[in-house]
Structures are given as structure tokens and as C-alpha cells.
């Protein structure tokens, strides 16, 4: 049995689904799918790949989910979306605007997801999408206020980067802009920050224990004791069990740096990760480092970083990447995507050595994931 | 009692720009279309029963903040999106 890939790929303007042929060569784009919608992360489940669960909101409405059955081919809205508690007023309660993640919870529980929203909140479905609980050990934590009033960021602080242990169900690490991470042990009724050894340059103290701003954080699928943070300020791995991150991006070239917002895992080779460098200098600019958009590569789990352009402009673009928008599939060799906020996707069939654009056009690229069907 | 539905909620009115509601307070009429067209209140309403930003309530042609104003049962209720483009 053969597995066609495609590309999920959510925009400011609604989500497209980009599939390719047995090889990789040849790639269709679908019709748009909720054109005009805002959808921040469309995501397939590898434990049925027939599902797929979209965080979505417009200019106008509130946030909700969609969710589908058929290969997003049709999509039904959840009865009840991520929202929190209700309450009288701000000073009692938060509001959900926008559901900015989704991601499959553990494989031994079927139909269980979580989504972050914006202002920070966790949220668990136990039916594939179609109602959503708040995880109260989190958006109601004693210590919420403290980890999350550091400051908001230009889209509204938000959880992302929600990874379950894939050895244990109950263990979990979030990602919270200009919050941190954080770690439970007990599917989320109690949680610890766990950002010791992260570098916060917009916080006077440098070890305070909160606050940081991950961008991206990855539990490496066959290694869940090694993780990888692409930070607002820098590159880092951790491996557990201990708890103090070590800056592998002060082994990029300095001219490049080590700011950006997404980082990528090999499946199989917890030594093996991607990132895509932007300039995080002087204003932020956050575009490619001298307008020459490149992927960098360690195979040797951040000791080394090698550099991977051919086939992407070589001057003169200015490429904007965000947390969600670069993937892998699963094929030999190794494929790897990227969307850009000019709304470009780039791929590379041989593990980042060249890369292709696949499509043009497309609105503004907020995220890009992978779905396989079996044939 | 009619009320004005705006392009972008349209997909819970079965596309229809005009529907019918009870209720005697702006909220009654709001949890009676959420009654007939689920999911569509929270679309407008967030959990703290504010009115979202780039949503505007008209009772005839004043504009309300709170939906708990009171109806006498003849007024038209216009639900706008405000400009929110681009």
C-alpha cells in the first residue's frame, strides 16, 4: 500500500489542500476551502488519517472549529468550540479570539485532540473536534496570571507547540508566547514551568524562571525525552531528564543568527533538525537573514548547523516563515516543506538539499501540515 | 420578531438575510436564534456576554452595547458586521 501525500495549508484567507502524485513530482492545488476565513492550523490524524481538525475565526465572527471526516472534503462545525467560563466581565473571566492550535493527543486515545488559544488557553476534545472542554489545571492555574503578564505579542499571546509524550499520555509540554513552556505530568492538572537555561533579552532578570517566548517546541516522535525550542532568542535542545536547555544556536554563523519561529524534526533521527533562519536584529524583521532565504540543517543534534539554499532565491527575497508553517512528510528521502507569509510553498524531496516551489499566489501562510491517505 | 442576519453568518440561516425570533430582551432573541441556528451566539457574543469587537447590534436604529435591553415586540433587530476587511 502506497501513501499519497498532500499539504494541508492554512492561510488568512481560508485553508488549501495541495496533493501530490506517488513521486512527489507532480502537485494539484484544491478549490479554496472557507475562503475569507482566517484558519490559523489545519490538522490530520495520523491515528485516522479520514479526520482533520481546523482552528478557524473571521475578521468579524469568533473563533470555532471545523472538523471533517473525509479527507476535508466536507466539514461540520464543532457544537461547542474552545471558549473559557463564562463570567460577567474581563476582570472575572477571559475570552477565547482565536484558536491558534490543534494538535492529536496520545494514540492510545482515540478522538482526543487539544488546541491553545489566544489569550492562553488549553482546550481537550475526547470526539475528534466536536466539543471542547477547558484543561482547568492550566487556563485556571493559581500562578495564570503571574506565567502570562509578561506582556502580549503582536498576534495576541497565545499556547501553541502542544505536544503529548508519545510513551506517555499523560505527559505534556506547551508553549506559551512570552509565557514559556511548561511541563504536567498528570494530563494536565498541575503544571510547572520548565525554561531554565532559555535566554530572555526583553526581561531584565536573566533567570527568571518565566515569561521566555518559545516559538516552536518539538518533542522528537522516537526520542520523547529530547526536545527542540526555536526561541524568540535563540536555538535550544533539552533532553530530559534534565531540565536545563543548552543553546545550540550559538553554533550558527553569526551573520545568520539563531532567530526564527519554526524548527523541524527527522522522524526517525533525534540528530537531525531544520530550522529557517530569520533576521531577529536591530527592528525584528524577522525575513531572511540579507534577503537570501535558506534552511540550515545539524545532524549532529545543534553541534553543527550546514546551510541548505539550492533552488531558493539567491538575493533580493525576503521570506517570512511562521511557527506552524514548516513541515515533514514521511517518505524516502525525508520531505520537507515551507510556507511563506507571501503565500509560496516551498518543498525539498531530498531532506533540505534543494528546494522547489510548489505554488504561488496563495493568500498569507499561516500554517502548513501533512496528511497521508492510504491507496 | 425579524432579524437581520449579515452575509458572514448566513451559513447558520440556511443563507437567509432574514429570520424570525423571540424574546423580550435582545439576549432571549439571541438564545432563540442559537436555539434554531446552533453555534451561530457565539460567533457574536463571547464568554464574558460582550458583543465582539466587529459586531454591531442595532434595535431599529440604535445602535445597543448591552443585549439586555428590553423590546416592546415591534422593533427590528440588525445584526452588522462592522468593517473588518482587508
Known amino acids: ?227 527542540y525550542q526555536q526561541n524568540h532568542c535563540g536555538i535550544y535542545r533539552l533532553d530530559r531528564p534534565d531540565s536545563t536547555w543548552i543553546r545550540i544556536g550559538d553554533n550558527m554563523p553569526r551573520e545568520i543568527g539563531d532567530i526564527g519561529f519554526p524548527i523541524v524534526v527527522h522522524p526517525s533521527n533525534p540528530d537531525m533538525a531544520w530550522v529557517f533562519p530569520m533576521d531577529g536584529t536591530t527592528v525584528w524583521p524577522r525575513t531572511s537573514p540579507d534577503g537570501k532565504p535558506c534552511v540550515y540543517l545539524t545532524k549532529d543534534a545543534g553541534a553543527s548547523w550546514i546551510r541548505q539554499d539550492k533552488g531558493l532565491p539567491s538575493s533580493k527575497a525576503y521570506f517570512t516563515v511562521k511557527r506552524q508553517a514548516m513541515v515533514n512528510d514521511f517518505a524516502k528521502p525525508l520531505g520537507l516543506y515551507f510556507g511563506t507569509s507571501q503565500g509560496e510553498v516551498w518543498a525539498s524531496d531530498d531532506e533540505g538539499a534543494s528546494w522547489k516551489c510548489l505554488v504561488s499566489y496563495l493568500p498569507e501562510i499561516y500554517s502548513l501540515s501533512i496528511m497521508e491517505i492510504d491507496e | 420578531m425579524l432579524v437581520k442576519i449579515p452575509s458572514p453568518l448566513r451559513s447558520y440561516t440556511k443563507n437567509q438575510s432574514e429570520v424570525q425570533a423571540n424574546g423580550s430582551t435582545v439576549t432571549e432573541i439571541l438564545a432563540d436564534l442559537d436555539k434554531q441556528y446552533p453555534g451561530i451566539r457565539f460567533r457574536m457574543i463571547d464568554e464574558l456576554n460582550a458583543i465582539r469587537q466587529h459586531i454591531k447590534i442595532y434595535v431599529d436604529h440604535t445602535q445597543i452595547k448591552d443585549t439586555d435591553v428590553q423590546l416592546n415586540g415591534q422593533e427590528v433587530i440588525y445584526i452588522i458586521c462592522a468593517l473588518s476587511g482587508g
Open chain 1, 1 to 227: 500500500m502506497t501513501k499519497k501525500i498532500s499539504l494541508l495549508i492554512g492561510t488568512r484567507k481560508g485553508a488549501f489542500i495541495l496533493s501530490s502524485d506517488d513521486g512527489r513530482k507532480e502537485w494539484k492545488l484544491s478549490e479554496p476551502i472557507f475562503l475569507g476565513h482566517i484558519v490559523y492550523h489545519l490538522v490530520s490524524d495520523p491515528r485516522n488519517r479520514k479526520h482533520l481538525v481546523m482552528a478557524a475565526k473571521t475578521g468579524h465572527l469568533g473563533p470555532t472549529v471545523y472538523y471533517s471526516h473525509d479527507y476535508g472534503k466536507t466539514f461540520v462545525e464543532s457544537s461547542s468550540p474552545p471558549k473559557f467560563a463564562s463570567a460577567d466581565n474581563e476582570a472575572n473571566g477571559k475570552a477565547v479570539e482565536n484558536v491558534f492550535w490543534v494538535s492529536v493527543g496520545h494514540e492510545s486515545e482515540p478522538g482526543v485532540w487539544y488546541a491553545g488559544t489566544s489569550p492562553p488557553g488549553l482546550f481537550r476534545s475526547e470526539n475528534n473536534g466536536g466539543t471542547w472542554a477547558p484543561v482547568t489545571g492550566f487556563n485556571d492555574h493559581p500562578k495564570y496570571s503571574e506565567w502570562m503578564g509578561q506582556g502580549a505579542t503582536p498576534g495576541g499571546q497565545m499556547v501553541h507547540s502542544v505536544n503529548v509524550n508519545p510513551n506517555n499520555k499523560n505527559h505534556m509540554y506547551v508553549g506559551v508566547s512570552v509565557g514559556g513552556v511548561f511541563e504536567t505530568v498528570d494530563q494536565g492538572k498541575k503544571w510547572v514551568p520548565l525554561n531554565k537555561g532559555i535566554a530572555a533579552d526583553f526581561i531584565p532578570d536573566p533567570n527568571v524562571e518565566y515569561g521566555h517566548d518559545p516559538h516552536c517546541v518539538v518533542v522528537h516522535p522516537a526520542k520523547p525525552e529530547r526536545l
